[in-house]
């Protein structure tokens, strides 16, 4: 595993074609465009991937996954799902994702460091010109406004088309998690959904987070404020239940100190440590929101899943097959990654569009940047969850409806800016 950065900086290399086998894809003709490996070129060791899935709508739009054990198989299954979502939210934008394996801990706790990390990470950006950059797990804001600028320096102009986006607000960016956009993505489903399902409402529902971070915190919180009982959260410490409901006050506070939701003080009816951590999901509830890593719930756990609703906050938390058998054996609806966990890269589309076109810039201000952006991820997400309910049909579960909406608007020039 590397740990020290690259003297001379990172190297950048294309890897041959293969075929996708995606589990979850009803595309299987569909082949990515371009794959990358990023690697130092005194020890051949490799540091990270790039994918450029889809560039139909335009250039690759995904978040720079850093994380010890992020695989290139990862970072391939994600940039598809960001092509899907680009495309069903009708962004003028493809897929991309990037993934940068790194297990030494100064890389995440150190800012210096990670910052060296990041300007060399953004000069082998440079080279894959179809690839935008934004935050993903194990990387933020700051991390995205370092390859902003290391790309404003090479081009010797402000306004360009390449940087990352998703920046932070004082430079002029849209913050994702500090406007906690993803959150609001997810709760207009939710909010869509009581109005779509006669007998499900938000009041007095049970909610289940796995993953209490940027995503999973904030969506606690903006459903428990229409009065759902969140029951059960979890980060990589510790899983907690209490049937009679968390204090979501003490777990927002908690949940980026050391050591996270283990700081927990309450009493809960249950603590899981770190190796017992899925248990969580098995809980019973009404929603089970899987904010974390893929493949949370697999053919390993899937009859002991006992919720009404998924709400994937996370990419990829199951797969298809899984999907079909929790909508036709157990009647559970799953509501996919791409259509409800869109906010983020919105807020990102807005962010750049903003930067590119002034009038739009002027119109967006007078709006109020955070209140016209939630807005647009609402309508989106709310428009996008009523259409797919309407072409569930048959067999058709609704990732299958989901995923007829994305690839139909691939060829499309519809916009919703
Ligand atoms: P984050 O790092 O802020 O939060 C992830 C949380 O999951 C952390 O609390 C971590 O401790 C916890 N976690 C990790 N492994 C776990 C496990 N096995 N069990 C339980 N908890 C675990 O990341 P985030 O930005 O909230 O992203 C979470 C997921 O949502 C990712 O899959 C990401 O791709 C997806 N997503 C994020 C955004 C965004 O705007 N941040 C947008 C779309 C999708």
């Avoid at 979502?85 to 890389?107: D, I, M, R, T």
């Avoid at 290391?150 to 390449?162: A, G, S």
């Avoid at 009581?194 to 459903?223: C, H, M, R, W, Y």
Wanted: net charge neutral; with cysteine; hydrophobic share 35%.
């Amino acid at each position: 595993m590397p740990n020290k950065l690259p003297a001379n900086g990172f190297s950048v290399r294309k890897l041959p074609k293969t075929e996708n086998t995606f589990r979850f894809s009803q595309d299987n003709s569909h082949k990515q465009e371009a794959r990358f490996e990023v690697f130092d070129p005194a020890t051949n060791q490799v540091w990270g991937f790039v994918t450029v899935d889809n560039t139909q709508r335009g250039p690759g739009l995904g978040g720079i996954r850093m994380l010890p054990d992020v695989s290139l198989n990862e970072v391939n299954r994600l940039a598809h799902v960001m092509t899907l979502k680009n495309s069903a939210a009708c962004l003028p934008y493809g897929g991309g994702k990037s993934g940068l394996k790194v297990a030494n801990q100064n890389f995440y706790k150190d800012r210096q460091q990670k910052n060296l990390l990041m300007e060399k990470w953004a000069d082998a950006l440079f080279e894959i010109d179809k690839y935008i950059p934004a935050a993903d797990m194990g990387t933020d804001e700051y991390d995205v406004q370092i390859i902003q600028e290391n790309h404003t320096r090479k081009l010797r102009q402000k306004n360009h088309h390449r940087g990352g986006s998703g920046r932070p607000e004082e430079y002029g960016g849209i913050p994702l998690d500090g406007w906690e956009l993803t959150a609001h993505g997810l709760y207009a489903a939710a909010l869509t959904l009581e109005e779509l399902l006669e007998d499900f409402q938000l009041n007095n529902s049970k909610v289940v987070i796995q993953g209490f971070g940027n995503v999973g915190g904030p969506t606690a919180v903006k459903l428990n404020q229409k009065g759902a009982l969140v029951v059960g959260a979890s980060d990589i410490h510790c899983a907690l239940w209490n049937p009679k409901g968390l204090d979501l006050d003490e777990l927002s506070r908690i949940r980026k100190q050391e050591g996270g939701l283990s700081n927990y003080s309450q009493r809960v009816e249950r603590k899981f440590d770190p190796k017992n951590l899925d248990w969580l999901l098995e809980v019973p509830c009404d929603i089970l929101v899987p904010a974390a890593r893929p493949d949370a719930i697999t053919a390993k756990n899937i009859d002991r899943i006992d919720c009404r609703i998924i709400l994937q906050g996370a990419n990829t938390p199951s797969s298809k097959p899984v999907e079909y058998y929790l909508m036709h054996r157990k009647k559970l609806i799953s509501l996919t990654d791409f259509i409800v966990n869109a906010g983020g890269v919105i807020g990102c589309a807005v962010e750049r569009q903003m930067t590119q076109d002034k009038d739009y810039s002027e119109k967006v201000k007078t709006h109020g940047t955070r209140a016209y952006t939630e807005n647009l991820i609402f309508n989106t997400v709310s428009k996008n969850v009523r259409e797919i309910f309407n072409r569930i049909k048959g067999d058709f579960i609704f990732r299958d409806a989901a995923t007829e909406l994305a690839l139909e608007r691939i060829n499309s020039k519809e916009i919703w800016l």
